[in-house]
Structures are given as structure tokens and as C-alpha cells.
């Protein structure tokens, strides 16, 4: 009984660390994001170095391109943030873009009957990266010939189109994708010289004739058939529509914030209130109706759109996500979901590139935290209880010996 009790006790004082660990990241003090992000970035490039983007196409279709892209987009974002960090961000941002120009990057979009070349998917997200990296540079040293290139290439095809959702493989179309795009062509004009505002202004106009009745948000997927809006694409879209049209993107923020942020958390839903369905590649396991994966992205759509959501998301986030930090590495989950650390970094150092900061939204949640130090303390209360019910059994048993 002894030996049981000393081991308890070892038990329950580790668990007691682990506890004030876990208090400290819900309610202690934050630094800026960006001081651990770049050791994040750290890791991911040993990562992606060692392979980590041909994995990670085993689990997402797009896997090997989201991890070099946001690998890229969170160095823009930092260095945009830390002007210090400017040339080491513009370099490793252009390494990630050469990535993606490659054939493993180019070869799950490399199909016929896709305008513009690769598809929507691939032409927006390298277009959004190509003008992050332009909003790095100084603009007497900026080389611009490729990012015309590209933006004219867009612009043209949605000109083209009688809706506003290009394909991003043939015969499939996801508004969220289209939405990437056009906040590249608009963050052209802002950088560069107006030039698209025709497109963009009809884009727009084609958007709000389109949105989902059931909601009054963009849909989830438009072709072959039409869904209805969902988690995980709703975050990414929150992303970039601030970038097009700061009002109408503030008036949909207000309607998701309303159907998909659910208190149990606080997280997000990958269904609207009210709605059920199953979990997929894109929104992963759903607990409750929540999704993980809308959760990590929504921490950058609340961010954007200076929602208090973002604080509160962050410091779920440091507590779930169970981050390991050395001297010059920062990783989460041990590090066994690299992709996970890419789309977790790039939302973490979430800003506008083009956009003005936003009015403040959203309530602070209050009590939030409650449940949480609750879940967090209950295993060290457990094991003190039975520190304390061995230690009357052994005086018992001692009183009885005697």
C-alpha cells in the first residue's frame, strides 16, 4: 500500500504541472503570434524537406499543394507583420511557390477543358502567394511581369464565365475556390494599378444572386450539384472575401457567426444549427457537429474580421493542440500532422494583405474558460483523492497493527 500510495503521488504532482500548464495557456498572458510562428515555419520546412508534402497527399487530394502553400502564405504573413523578417520571408515564400510549379505540385491539376490553365484551385492560390510575395518588396524592385501574367489570365476567364465559380477540375466547381482567385485580381488593383474593378464589381454582383436559400452564404460546392454552405469551406471563404468587398464579406461573417459558431467550445460547426451530416476529407471526424478542421481555419476568418472569437480559438488551440517547444522548433501533436501545423500557423498570422482593419465583432464569451479548467484540473483533484484515501487506509492499518 505504501509503494501504491508514493506512486500516486508521483502521479498526481505531474498531473498537477500538466494542469497549471494547461491554465496557463487558457488564461495566462500571449505573446504576439509571430514569435512562435516563425519557429513553426522552422519545423514545417525540416518537414516538408523530409517529405512531408508527398504524405500529406495521402490524406487530403490537394495535400502536397496546401503544404507548401501555406507554408508560403505564412511567411508573407509574417513578414508583413515583421518587417525585420521581410528578405527571409520573401525568399522562403518564393521557394514554397517554385514548389508548387513543380511536377508534383502541377500534377493532380494538369487537365484538359480547365481555364485557366490548372484550374481555378491551383491559378488562385499560386496567384494569391505570387501577390503576397509583391506586397513584400520594395516597389521600385518589384518584377511584376508574371503576376500580370497570371492575374490577366484570370481575370480573362472569369469574364468569360456565366457564373461567377470557375472549375477547379473539369466539371467541378467549389465557390470557396473562385473566392481565392478573385481576392488575388483585387489584390492586384491595391498594389499594383486598378485594372480589374469590372471584373471584380461583376463577380460580385453574380455572387449575391447565387448564395444558398437555406442560409444566405456562398455554397459549398456548385457543380456537378449544388450544396448547401458548410464549415470548412465557410472559414477559408472568410479568408479572402474581406479582400473583395469589405461590406459584403462583414455582412456574411455576421450570418456564419450566427448558424456555424457553436458555444460547445466555443468551435465550429460544419453544418448550420439545426442541420446534421457526416464528416469527409475536408472537415474530418465530426464531434458533436463540430469540425477540427473549420475550427483551425476559423481562428484566421476571426482574426480578418477582428472577431474576439480569434483569442479564444487561439487558446483552445495551445491547449488541445498539445505544442512541443524546443529552441528552435515548434510543432503540435508531436509533430505527427505536419499539415496540421501548416493550415494552424498560416490562421494563427492571419491579416489582411489589402484590406483595412475591420470594426471589432463578436462577445468575449464569457465563462468560456470554465469548463475547460474544469476538464483540465478534474484528473489531479482524482488523483489527490486517492492520495488522500490510501494514506487513511495505510493509518489504518498502522492504528491496527498497533
Avoid at 510562428?37 to 490524406?59: S, Y
Avoid at 457564373?163 to 467549389?174: K, R, V
Avoid at 448547401?228 to 461573417?253: K, M, N, V
Avoid at 472577431?307 to 487558446?315: E, K, M, P, S, T
Wanted: glycine share 10%.
Amino acid at each position: 500500500m505504501r509503494v501504491l500510495r508514493k506512486l500516486l503521488i508521483v502521479v498526481a504532482v505531474v498531473a498537477t504541472l500538466l494542469s497549471l500548464v494547461g491554465t496557463a495557456r487558457l488564461v495566462g498572458p500571449r505573446g504576439e503570434p509571430t514569435d512562435g510562428a516563425v519557429k513553426q515555419l522552422r519545423f514545417l520546412r525540416q518537414a516538408i524537406e523530409n517529405g512531408a508534402d508527398q504524405d500529406a497527399q495521402g490524406i487530403k487530394p490537394e495535400g502536397y499543394f496546401f503544404m507548401n502553400v501555406l507554408y508560403g502564405l505564412s511567411w508573407v504573413q509574417v513578414g508583413l507583420d515583421s518587417p525585420v523578417r521581410r528578405a527571409e520571408a520573401t525568399t522562403q515564400a518564393q521557394w514554397a511557390l517554385n514548389r508548387l510549379y513543380t511536377a508534383d505540385g502541377t500534377r493532380p491539376f494538369d487537365l484538359t477543358g480547365l481555364s485557366p490553365r490548372y484550374g481555378v484551385f491551383h491559378a488562385g492560390w499560386t496567384n494569391w502567394l505570387r501577390g503576397g510575395i509583391v506586397a513584400l518588396q520594395p516597389p521600385e524592385s518589384r518584377d511584376l511581369t508574371a503576376y500580370t501574367k497570371t492575374s490577366t489570365e484570370l481575370a480573362k476567364a472569369f469574364d468569360a464565365s456565366q457564373t461567377p465559380y470557375l472549375d477547379a477540375y473539369p466539371g467541378q466547381a467549389w465557390p470557396v475556390d473562385s473566392t481565392v482567385a478573385m481576392a488575388s485580381i483585387a489584390l492586384y488593383d491595391h498594389l499594383v494599378t486598378p485594372r480589374f474593378q469590372p471584373t471584380v464589381e461583376r463577380w460580385v454582383a453574380g455572387v449575391k444572386t447565387r448564395l444558398d436559400p437555406a442560409t444566405g452564404l456562398m455554397p459549398h460546392q456548385v457543380t456537378p450539384v449544388s450544396t448547401g454552405a458548410r464549415g470548412t469551406s465557410q472559414t477559408l471563404i472568410h479568408r479572402f472575401l474581406l479582400e473583395i468587398d469589405p461590406g459584403f464579406a462583414r455582412s456574411q461573417y455576421e450570418v456564419f457567426r450566427e448558424k456555424f459558431v457553436t458555444g460547445l467550445g466555443p468551435a465550429i460547426r460544419e453544418f448550420p444549427e439545426g442541420t446534421d451530416g457526416s464528416g469527409d476529407v475536408d472537415s474530418g471526424p465530426l464531434v458533436f457537429g463540430v469540425s477540427l478542421s473549420a475550427t483551425t481555419v476559423g481562428l484566421g476568418a476571426a482574426r480578418v474580421q477582428h472577431d474576439r472569437l480569434a483569442g479564444v480559438l487561439a487558446r483552445e488551440g495551445e491547449l488541445l493542440g498539445v505544442p512541443v517547444t524546443g529552441l528552435h522548433t515548434k510543432r503540435y501533436a508531436l509533430g505527427l500532422m505536419p499539415i496540421g501545423d501548416a493550415f494552424l500557423v498560416w490562421s494563427a498570422t492571419a491579416r489582411p494583405f489589402a484590406a483595412q482593419p475591420q470594426p471589432q465583432v463578436g462577445n468575449g464569451f464569457g465563462g468560456w474558460w470554465i469548463p475547460w479548467l474544469v476538464l483540465v484540473w478534474l484528473p489531479s483533484l482524482v488523483l489527490w483523492g486517492f492520495v488522500r484515501l490510501t494514506r487513511r487506509r495505510t493509518d489504518g492499518r498502522g492504528a491496527a497493527d498497533q
